[in-house]
């Protein structure tokens, strides 16, 4: 008997370049998707197969931009890894697919939202009691303040100073200068 392990992402080490952004790809469509709760297992399992079809097209366009030539010069075609490298990248497209292209807004619960907002200590204890109080005149307004500015009635517009300077303007051919004769 075949005994099969596996490692998924905990085989890939995480201290690459390439396995961080992979692992970025993947927390990206999750977030994306509305979070890791609202994911179902099918799901979850089409966002390691993208994260992983990534992982490869990115390993191959990597190598295909390292080879001095991507056309094999004898038979005057491209190099047969371009086969492969589109079926990946079509897998990867029709992953994304299913998956939606769409961000999914994350259901905000408002009555646990408006609870962890605002502490019981600062509810007042009676409604009618503060709109009675904002009812009430601030007896300790200073009316020299009010007193102080003036009405509309006492301020003087200001006179609008405009001058417009009209002055002949001397019309020239290009590249000449103007001649005191013209």
Known sequence: MV???????????R????????????????????????LSPQRRKLIDMAARASLLLDHIDAWLFQQRSLVNARAKTLLPVFVQRQAIADHLTRLLDKLGLDRVVKPIDLASYYADAKPVDAQPADPLET???ARQPDVDADKSDIEAQPDADDLEPEPVVSEVVRQPVRRTQVGKEPTSNE
Do not use: M, N, Q, Y
């Open 3 to 13: 005994r099969i392990k596996l490692a998924g992402f905990s085989a890939i080490d």
């Open 15 to 38: 201290r690459t370049a390439a396995a961080r952004a992979t692992l970025a790809f993947k927390h990206e469509l999750i977030a994306a998707l509305g979070g890791e709760a609202d």
């Open 131 to 133: 709109v009675e109080a």
